[in-house]
T-cell receptor
Framework: DGGITQSPKYLFRKEGQNVTLSCEQNLNHDAMYWYRQDPGQGLRLIYY???????QKGDIAEGYSVSREKKESFPLTVTSAQKNPTAFYLC????????????FGPGTRLLVL | AQSVSQHNHHVILSEAASLELGCNYSYGGTVNLFWYVQYPGQHLQLLLK??????LVKGIKGFEAEFIKSKFSFNLRKPSVQWSDTAEYFC?????????????FGTGTRLQVFP
């Protein structure tokens, strides 16, 4: 069953704590993305990666970090430097073809205690 | 920079009413255009997309969208909505073609359909 999985579904963060959100895909897609969704603001790009061991900052990368050690995996770390982390985080992947359609995972909701 | 505008933030309709959600983008070059839908409690799903060819694109669940290049628009339509269409709808644009780092989303339109 092909697709994108994200875990956990809900995540709670304490002040000053780093937390890591998991994203795995078995679609054999080269590109992976992380977005943040806030009410009334749509989706904003945090980081993306087109190839293993390489990634680029999106529009709102401050306070976040990523790694791409495997093609299938693109974990996102929300660091303590991110002052407003409460949001819905969406991971996506796409083939690097002419259409470049992105497919999304179910999301992780991060809440600050 | 590329931007996407969805002018309708919240739309309320009765079942069987017709729907049109506006989407305008700013980039004048060759683009890929998408509509995504997010049903309550579910993940973002692709509704339809325009890549090239016929500017009238048919999607799932009876939705369609028309690409009008001269107006930089890609409006979503459905002739008769159902209660199950209640969801949030996002327009997105990817361009210039081949630039995968820039799938730009609109702010979304929340559609509520009442029986």
């Amino acid at each position: 069953d092909g697709g994108i999985t994200q875990s956990p579904k809900y995540l709670f963060r304490k002040e000053g704590q780093n937390v890591t959100l998991s994203c795995e895909q078995n679609l054999n897609h080269d590109a992976m993305y992380w977005y943040r969704q806030d009410p009334g603001q749509g989706l904003r790009l945090i980081y993306y990666s087109q190839i293993v061991n390489d990634f680029q900052k999106g529009d709102i990368a401050e306070g976040y970090s990523v790694s791409r050690e495997k093609k299938e995996s693109f974990p996102l770390t929300v660091t303590s430097a991110q002052k407003n982390p409460t949001a819905f985080y969406l991971c996506a992947s796409s083939a690097l073809d002419r259409e470049e359609t992105q497919y999304f995972g179910p999301g992780t909701r991060l809440l600050v205690l | 920079a590329q931007s996407v505008s969805q002018h309708n933030h919240h739309v309320i309709l009765s079942e069987a009413a017709s729907l049109e959600l506006g989407c305008n983008y700013s980039y004048g070059g060759t683009v890929n255009l998408f509509w995504y839908v997010q049903y309550p409690g579910q993940h973002l799903q692709l509704l339809l997309k325009y890549f090239s060819g016929d500017p009238l694109v048919k999607g799932i669940k009876g939705f369609e969208a028309e690409f009008i290049k001269s107006k930089f628009s890609f409006n979503l339509r459905k002739p008769s909505v159902q209660w199950s269409d209640t969801a949030e709808y996002f327009c997105a644009v990817n361009g210039p073609r081949g630039n995968t780092d820039k799938l730009i989303f609109g702010t979304g339109t929340r559609l509520q359909v009442f029986p």
